[in-house]
């Protein structure tokens, strides 16, 4: 199982140490994980939790690296329900990592083993896995007083099938866009002009060069937005650095917070790894760019370093410029 970051994958005899490690974490065993005295009590316990499908290591994606367990466990309730538990070693949290794998896993029981319910049990002073739970559309259902080992209070949460059905009903599908699109794009744009149709054109004639790939959203089957990954881009701040660039990244007003966007970047994105490690693009700088610098920061793009550009050249410090949309910042990511 993978996220954007993430992969969920078995346990193996390697990851013992840093099950160890993790699990001397003060705040884990706070919060009730189980610490092992040695690196053998720990290497004993994943000998157990290799055979349960449900018991998985949080893996970091680029280079395999320890992060975390989650498990989704048979509490004996009764037919589809079950309870999540997770844990994420100290250094890597505050990343989201927990967010991605508590939602793949919700996915992986709804989707792949019907359940009916999932529960998580938290200690009420936990409060960054309440964030998390709740961020995943968790609902609250009551609090047990003193129920902890450590006479802490106890708080459950859950998501009913029929919930998650309806959070994940996104009637979003990206797909290649080809020629016969430029119509549709054109009448949802509001834009039928000569140059429109050509700009998009020339995209097109791009992808058939593979140059680039274009990608087009839809939602509820009607063009929403759309956006072209050039493999060596040659426009921007790293133009001519044979690195992977995002071009013209957008979605139309009216479909605009409904995360067409963010599927649109992780799709550019997962084809950008198979070409290069990074992918940089430029961002205007005026006000009118205000939401699109803020949703790039938080996907982790931070400037290049050089300042800002203007016609993609670096403008010289004292020089005076205009807040046009040539005026740009040029912001790369890590894949």
Not at 47 to 55: I, M, P, S, V
Not at 295 to 303: A, C, N, Q, T
Not at 304 to 313: A, C, R, S
């Amino acid at each position: 199982m993978e996220t954007k970051d993430l992969i969920l994958r078995n346990w193996q005899d390697s990851d013992a140490k840093a099950l160890y490690e993790m699990c001397l974490d003060e705040t884990l065993r706070k919060s009730g994980i189980d610490f092992y005295n040695s690196i053998t009590d720990s290497r004993n316990t994943i000998q157990c939790w290799k055979n349960d499908k449900g018991f998985k290591v949080i893996a970091d994606k680029r280079n395999d690296n320890f992060i975390g367990f989650i498990s989704l466990g048979d509490m004996n309730r009764y037919d589809g329900y079950m309870e999540i538990e997770y844990a994420v070693a100290a250094r890597y949290r505050n990343n989201g990592y927990a967010m991605q794998a508590v939602q793949r896993m919700l996915d992986y029981g709804f989707k792949e083993m019907n359940l009916s319910a999932i529960a998580a049990w938290v200690r009420s002073h936990n409060k960054e896995s309440i964030k998390v739970l709740e961020k995943c559309s968790f609902t609250y259902e009551g609090r047990l007083r003193k129920h902890a080992r450590d006479k802490s209070d106890t708080l459950c949460y859950s998501v009913l099938r029929e919930e998650w059905e309806r959070i994940n009903h996104l009637c979003i599908d990206i797909r290649i866009m080809d020629y016969d699109d430029i119509p549709l794009i054109c009448r949802a744009d509001g834009d039928e002009s000569q140059k429109n149709i050509d700009y998009l054109k020339r995209q097109l004639d791009n992808q058939k060069k593979r140059e680039c790939t274009a990608l087009l959203a839809l939602y509820n089957g009607a063009v929403a937005g759309y956006v072209f990954l050039y493999y060596k881009c040659r426009w921007g701040g790293l133009a001519g650095h044979n690195i992977p660039g995002i071009v013209d990244l957008f979605v139309f007003e009216k479909y605009r917070r409904k995360k067409i966007a963010a599927m649109l970047l992780d799709t550019a994105e997962n084809i950008a790894r198979q070409h290069c490690n990074k992918i940089y693009l430029d961002v205007c700088l005026n006000s009118d760019y205000g939401p699109a610098q803020r949703f790039y920061i938080k996907r982790g793009y931070i400037p290049d370093g050089k300042g800002v550009y203007y016609k993609e050249k670096i403008y010289e410090t004292d020089a005076v410029c205009r807040n046009d949309d040539e005026l740009t910042l040029c912001l790369v990511k890590e894949l």
